[in-house]
């Protein structure tokens, strides 16, 4: 009949320790027996589907936000209780105006489509800081260490 395989023993890509793999399973196992191992591995490969197919979650996301804007449209608007006076604070943002307000003035959906272009544009600006410090910080270590002045007597000569 068939031939037996046996296949070798491996690490596992998350402890470290070697184990034999289960017959049925062959090549595909990547991690030993241990539940915390393989709990860890799937979550290092959801990541990775995450992260290569990012695309497919934003498009997603935008259609969710769209669709229950259109739904939230078609309700018959709440009608709002009467302003509170605000008292006179200093506000960190200058543009920090209340969502419901900008929602409507220009609409759910072309809010949920700024939010969602700001959400990107956040991503991006905050990516390129992330690399201009690292930059600066490899130049500041290749610089050669400055001595330190005391300014006192105690200086050498």
């Known amino acids: 009949m068939g031939q037996k395989r046996l296949f070798r023993k491996r690490p596992c890509r998350i402890c470290g320790k070697w184990f034999a793999p289960h017959p049925r399973l062959g090549d595909r196992q990547k991690t030993c027996g241990d539940p915390e ?10 990541a990775e589907w995450n992260r290569t197919h990012r695309h497919l979650f934003q498009e997603n996301y935008l259609k ?7 739904s939230a449209q078609q309700q018959p608007p709440v009608p709002s209780p009467p302003p509170v006076p605000i008292p006179h604070v200093q506000y ?6 209340p969502r419901i307000v900008v929602q409507e003035v220009i609409g759910v959906q072309q809010l949920v489509i700024i939010e969602y272009i700001v ?4 991503r991006d600006v905050q990516e390129v800081i992330r690399s ?12 050669p260490p400055k001595p ?9 000569p």
């Open 92 to 97: 960190t943002a200058p543009l920090d105006y």
């Open 132 to 143: 201009q410090v690292a930059d600066v910080q490899s130049k500041l270590l290749s610089l």
């Open 37 to 46: 191992c393989k709990r860890l591995w799937h979550t290092r490969m959801c």
């Open 119 to 122: 959400r990107l544009l956040k």
């Open 148 to 156: 330190i002045s005391r300014g006192d007597s105690l200086r050498g």
């Open 64 to 70: 969710k936000r769209l669709h229950a804007g259109d």
